[in-house]
């Protein structure tokens, strides 16, 4: 970019092409001594590999529908306008995505190791403590960015798009629920229950798609906004009753217990001062 050298997009696709091979060759490299790899094929374990990696695969797909088929049909339904203002509300919304990969990376190890265990108390306070504590970081942020909405866009974008301020809201108001959709998700990666994750993803993605359909010609792009919020709280909802009958979860155990050991933290840096 900064050399002037990306002039169409074929030229990011194959920078994230090339980025992502040597990625994976350094870690490769790095991990090496980590791995024991063996030329040998098990029939039941290909055939437990095989249905992980289908549904897998497929939610992949699913997810990726799920978090883009509103700007999809913004664009389809609006025009460029329509998804530019569109497109400037979700481009900073997917601020949230860093706390995705956050939760991906810390829960799922951890999750997958105690359920193989079968230590499900092990698993239900890990939950606890990752739903409560990202709660007790995530609600001051919103209330932040909800109230604030207008200096941030006019910070990032001048006054170019003053008529994203209020999808943005939208979808910041939304975000209530993705630290129970994000970890649960993540949590029955881990537990290996691909099949009913899919059945999850797949369900938010179908009533966003009524929604927006149903929404946007009426409301307009708000309407688009509406629908990804309501697509995300039935994930959250579905996630959360699957891994409440599972495991056991008490959301309001959790966010009790975030708040106290928020509070002893600081208490007891500040005796340390």
Do not use: C
């Amino acid at each position: 970019v900064m050399l002037h050298r990306i002039s169409v997009a074929k030229d990011v696709v194959w920078i994230m092409i090339i980025t992502a091979a040597l990625s994976s060759v350094v870690a490769t490299f790095y991990g090496r001594r980590h791995m024991k790899l063996q030329v040998r094929f098990s029939g039941p374990m290909f055939s437990r590999i095989k249905e992980f990696v289908r549904y897998q695969a497929v939610t992949g797909l699913v997810s990726v529908f799920q978090q883009n088929i509103d700007s999809l049909a913004v664009s389809a339904f609006t025009g460029a306008v329509g998804a530019a203002i569109y497109g400037a509300a979700k481009n900073v919304y997917r601020m949230f995505d860093v706390m995705r990969d956050t939760i991906t990376l810390l829960v799922f190890p951890a999750t997958s190791k105690y359920y193989a265990l079968g230590d499900h108390a092990t698993v239900r306070k890990i939950l606890e403590k990752a739903v409560g504590f990202l709660y007790l970081a995530l609600i001051p942020g919103l209330i932040l960015l909800f109230s604030f909405t207008p200096a941030l866009f006019h910070l990032i974008f001048g006054h170019k798009f003053d008529e994203s301020i209020g999808v943005f809201r939208i979808l910041v108001a939304g975000a209530i629920v993705l630290p129970i959709q994000m970890v649960f998700i993540t949590t029955m990666v881990g537990m290996g229950r691909v099949k009913e994750m899919f059945r999850f993803i797949a369900s938010g993605l179908t009533i966003n798609t009524i929604f927006t359909v149903v929404l946007l010609p009426l409301i307009g792009i708000t309407g688009a906004a509406i629908a990804f919020v309501i697509g995300n709280t039935l994930q959250a909802s579905l996630a959360y009753r699957f891994i409440e009958k599972e495991i056991g979860f008490n959301t309001k155990f959790a966010l009790s217990q975030a708040w106290k050991d928020g509070r002893n933290f600081v208490i007891h840096k500040i005796k340390r001062k």
